[in-house]
């Protein structure tokens, strides 16, 4: 975890699982590098938001594998699940709901599952494009810090590779050109500069 800046409660705070996705933000809003997975995300949001002050509302930006042909380009997020989690089978343990779907506000229609393990086989895309359009191992863990914070969450994904055979190798020769395209996303959509 790196908070790069300093978190005030009148600005957002931008929302980063690597160094990689990051590069090309040259902004005055405070950053925070959260490392990759869920443990990673959720823990170093949840200290941020934990020592205080507060943001105004946070803006994840990251990579997203895609799930379903034809998915490119830059998308802001409407709904994040656990895809790793087996909330139903849970509920049958104890009766109790873990890991329903979360709305996120001024999101759209695009649906983000969220899970620790990289999607790089083809049965395992196909399997998760019954449930959601992208795939990332963030997103849902940032959701639930920020809504049990009480601050608004923005989730925004660029789509880095096919979430197929060969994503990992995409995912390295993409990842500049995607931060580029977070970036200028972040300029165009955030008070980026005082």
């Known amino acids: 975890m790196e908070l790069l800046g300093e978190i005030t409660a009148d600005r ?5 699982a690597v160094k990689e996705e990051a590069q090309f ?11 990759m997975g869920k443990v990673n995300a959720a823990t170093a949001l949840a200290t941020v938001l934990g020592r205080g ?29 656990q895809h790793d989690l087996d909330g139903e089978l849970l509920a049958t343990l104890t009766g109790e709901t873990y890991g329903a779907p ?3 506000p001024d999101g759209g229609d695009v649906v983000l599952a969220t899970g620790d393990a990289f999607i790089a086989d083809e049965a395992s895309r196909v399997r998760l494009a019954e449930r959601a359009a992208l795939v990332d191992m963030e997103g849902y863990a940032l959701a639930t810090a920020a809504a049990l914070a009480g601050v608004p969450l923005r989730i925004v994904k660029h789509v880095s590779d096919e979430a197929g055979d060969g994503a990992a190798r995409s995912w390295r020769e993409s990842v500049a ?16 500069r005082s």
């Open 12 to 16: 957002p705070l931008l929302v980063v």
């Open 177 to 192: 050109e995607c931060a580029r395209a977070l970036a200028d996303w972040a300029e165009a959509n955030t008070p980026y």
């Open 25 to 35: 933000l040259d902004t005055d809003l405070p950053v925070l590098l959260t490392g």
């Open 102 to 104: 979360l709305t996120l």
């Open 53 to 81: 002050p507060r943001p105004a509302g946070i803006v994840n930006l990251g990579t997203a594998g895609a799930l379903r042909p034809g998915w490119a380009g830059t998308h802001v997020v409407g709904t994040v699940l």
